[in-house]
């Protein structure tokens, strides 16, 4: 059994910043691509970054330069650093990772069980 734990989140004013973790933890044989998704409500669950198990980054346009996605191969975690938040931040956060459970098996995406942000103007 692996899971994904997420950590931070919370309410910040708007210009503020907060720092999101997530620690995948388990019966786990290897990580590839980690990210952070988030959910509004009524709106689907878009991709917010992600980042491949060499270093690679990608970053939805609305959080460019604002927004930076890490992570620690060690600690199987994945972090994200968030800046300049604005209302239209507001969501549920949630922390993906592709992980392979057994030496053969596939890479399976994974969830986190999600974390509030909330952003006030």
């Known amino acids: 059994q692996v899971q994904l734990v997420e950590s931070g989140g919370g309410l910040v004013q708007a210009g503020g910043s907060l720092s999101l973790s997530c620690a995948a933890s388990?019966?786990?044989?290897?990580?590839?691509?980690m990210g952070w998704y988030r959910q509004a409500p009524g709106k689907e669950r878009d991709l917010v970054a992600a980042?491949?198990?060499?270093?690679?980054?990608t970053y939805a346009d609305s959080v460019k330069g604002r927004f930076t996605i890490s992570r620690d191969n060690a600690k199987q975690s994945v972090y994200l650093q968030m800046n300049s938040l604005k209302p239209e931040d507001t969501a549920v956060y949630f922390c993906?990772?592709?992980?392979?459970?057994?030496?053969?098996?596939?890479?399976?995406?994974?969830w986190g069980q999600g974390t509030q942000v909330t952003v006030s103007s």
């Open positions: 993906n990772a592709n992980m392979r459970t057994r030496m053969l098996g596939p890479y399976l995406p994974h």
């Open positions: 388990g019966s786990i044989f290897a990580i590839n691509g």
């Open positions: 980042i491949t198990s060499g270093g690679s980054t």
